[in-house]
């Protein structure tokens, strides 16, 4: 007896499903502040908002709390999540490891696309560094993308997309309790860490790269930690 490998197993997949455009919306509203920390989540509100059914509306809330960005806690109400200083300092730690390995990794392997298009990462950055937070995190995002993929771990690449979503709001939190004299300065140090992997300077990258996270940790949960102090008890 012979079989159709193709009968009931063939999926057809829309390229953006409505979930996934109501979770995109969702992130960009809690990046952007627009939904604060701690902020309480009530689905009528959002539906109303969204234009989107309540199915929907739930299955882009679980994604977002796969993601970290969404808690559920007080009897099953769903909330933004507010990070603490010890989850920053664990998400830290696992940036500074797998970041400096990887650039490590990008100077001994990247293609000279991937060095064109790390130079072109820093360009942007570059740009966005006077604008507003959004481009500049998004750029910033885009850097270390660029780095990772010229590292040819896609391991480690997965590793961090589950930490993603986490690590830019870190970064948007951060970006806004920052001056313009510490933009330039983060600019300095990824055109340190760029021009140290263009040269195939595997040691210097790795430095680099573990001393930015580093600061940024120390930075963060400096902020995170004042936020705490400051938020209304529930």
Known sequence: ???DP????RVVKETTTLRELTAQKLREAIL?????PRQ????RELCAQTGVSRSSLREALRHLEAEGLVERRDAGGLFVAALSADEARQIYEV???IEAAMGRRFAERASERDRAALQTALAALVGAIEGPIRDYVNALDRFYDVLLAGSGNAVAERILATLRA?????????????????RRETLELMRGIA?????????AVARRCAAFVE??????????????EAAPRR
């Open 195 to 203: 021009e140290a992997a263009l040269r195939r300077d595997g040691d």
């Open 40 to 43: 309480r989540l009530v689905e």
């Open 6 to 9: 193709d009968v009931g197993l």
């Open 1 to 3: 007896m012979t079989s």
């Open 166 to 182: 986490r690590i830019t709001y870190l970064r948007t939190i951060t970006t806004a309790r920052a001056d313009p004299a510490r």
């Open 32 to 36: 952007a502040g627009v939904l604060k």
């Open 215 to 228: 600061r940024s940790a120390a930075f963060a949960i400096a902020v995170l930690g004042e936020e705490g």
């Open 95 to 97: 940036r500074a490891a």
